[in-house]
């Protein structure tokens, strides 16, 4: 049976006293590591100093600045970044790095979304369409040249897709990703090598309409909402429609509410069992275009996902279910809130010493 979001909306009335819990929202200065922007701090910061007694903003860049936050001892962080460079002097690529998520969990302090284990996988774009496609959901075929060992001869049907493995907000996305020919794939994936120091993934290109749809625990349940909106771009040189770079720099993509029900149940069905299986928690953005037979396939999901006034993760929440910025956040924080009383009930062996959880939390997988 669904369950009323109103429930959400109950949790959202601000008492005429302030909870007596002590928040931190958490970001970086470094572009490469950042998930959100300064605006999107502001904007938090005086949406939760309504509702909780203490609420700050701490800014990581290196490990001296977390184990101090950490020492801080707040009852929730908001996370706004996933990685923390060991040598802030090496450059993003040649420092080794740590899971932010997984250093407050060795401490015993709560953090807001998913865990380690799933913002690796997300930050994986081929680990993510494997885990996709293995648990039986639709994702484009695809296959990753390597920038140690490039592949370039593949079974797959022109048109192709490409793009880094590793980079966010459209990075390496532009007029050349959509290739129809082996001479253009190879030129594409080299610039990919080359200009972003990423693996290339490279995949059937998804000619439909594009969407992206927000996913929320309901509270008290493990029922999911989901949320879709559709994302219109002007259309480049080549005909072709997608969020490119400079599209997203532009500002020149329009959102649209979904009219039709039964598009809307067949995103919200994908979109949910997506999340389910990158073992998602508490909330999220998953991707998706339509194929030429209109057939949804999962892009990519965005499992810490800016949290701006503006962004599409708001206007998810505000065009399905009419619910604001403010009841979106504190939705999300109330959700952190109710692990953070758990982490404190449960914490009963003490927290790692600073230099052994450093090196035990560096960054499994490769990080390019």
């Not at 999107?40 to 939760?48: G, I, N, S």
């Not at 994986?124 to 639709?138: F, N, S, W, Y």
């Not at 966010?168 to 972003?196: F, P, R």
Request: net charge neutral; aromatic share 8%; with cysteine.
């Amino acid at each position: 049976m669904r369950i009323p979001f109103g429930a959400y909306k109950n949790i959202q009335k601000f008492p005429l006293k302030r909870i007596d819990k002590y928040i931190e929202i958490v970001g970086s200065s470094n572009p490469r590591l950042n998930a959100m922007a300064k605006d999107a701090q502001v904007t938090l910061l005086a949406v939760l100093r309504k509702k909780y007694a203490r609420v700050g903003v701490t800014i990581v860049d290196d490990m001296t600045a977390l184990e101090r936050l950490v020492a801080k001892k707040p009852d929730l962080v908001v996370l706004g970044m996933k990685l923390v460079l060991l040598d802030p002097s090496k450059s993003y690529d040649d420092s080794p790095k740590v899971w932010l998520s997984s250093y407050l969990q060795a401490h015993d302090i709560a953090f807001t979304g998913s865990d380690t284990a799933a913002l690796a996988i997300e930050f994986d774009k081929p680990e993510a369409k494997q885990k996709v496609i293995d648990a039986g959901l639709q994702s484009s075929a695809y296959f990753i040249s390597s920038i140690k060992q490039p592949i370039f001869r593949h079974t797959l049907r022109f048109p192709l897709f490409v793009k880094p493995t590793n980079r966010g907000d459209s990075k390496g996305v532009d007029e050349q990703s959509v290739v129809y020919n082996q001479q253009e794939l190879e030129s594409k994936i080299a610039s990919i090598h080359t200009d972003c120091s990423s693996d290339a993934l490279v995949e059937e290109y998804l000619s439909g309409r594009e969407f992206s749809v927000a996913v929320i625990r309901r509270p008290g349940s493990d029922e999911l909402l989901a949320m879709p909106i559709e994302i219109t771009t002007p259309a480049d040189n080549k005909g072709n429609s997608f969020l490119s770079e400079a599209v997203k720099e532009a500002d020149s993509e329009k959102v649209l509410a979904i009219s039709s029900p039964a598009l809307k149940d067949t995103l919200n069905a994908l979109a949910v069992g997506v999340f389910r299986a990158l073992g998602s928690r508490d909330y999220g953005r998953i991707d998706m275009r339509l194929d030429s037979f209109g057939k949804p396939s999962f892009i990519e999901a965005n499992l810490m996902p800016g949290l701006s006034d503006h962004g599409y993760l708001a206007r998810c929440f505000s065009m399905n279910e009419h619910i604001t910025y403010k009841d979106m956040i504190l939705s999300i924080v109330d959700l952190g809130m109710q692990r953070a009383i758990r982490v404190r009930a449960d914490a009963v062996t003490p927290a790692l010493p600073d230099a052994l959880a450093a090196t035990a939390l560096i960054a499994p997988l490769p990080i390019q």
